[in-house]
């Protein structure tokens, strides 16, 4: 089977509170650049993605929070519900 690739901006990170949870919130990112061309073949959407601070995921999406100049390609590949 192939194989989806999207390019996705990390668009906000929302901090739950008195928790150690953050909520990132991934958009599409294209009509700029190389994205531009690519925009019309690529999935479009929103995708959510809670994590706990302090790990290395949050350090990761934060940075990428202040990069405006990186986006995240994102591939989805099928895989047995097994695997």
Known sequence: MSTVS???????????????????????AYGE????????????????LNITGGTAAEGFFRDLLRDKDHNIAV????????E
């Open 33 to 48: 650049g190389q994205n531009k061309d690519w925009a019309k073949f690529t999935p479009s959407g929103k995708i959510e």
């Open 6 to 28: 999207a390019r996705f901006y990390v668009s906000e990170i929302t901090d739950y509170g008195n928790t150690d949870q953050s909520r990132i919130t991934l958009l599409p």
């Open 75 to 82: 591939e989805f590949t099928v895989v047995g519900k097994g």
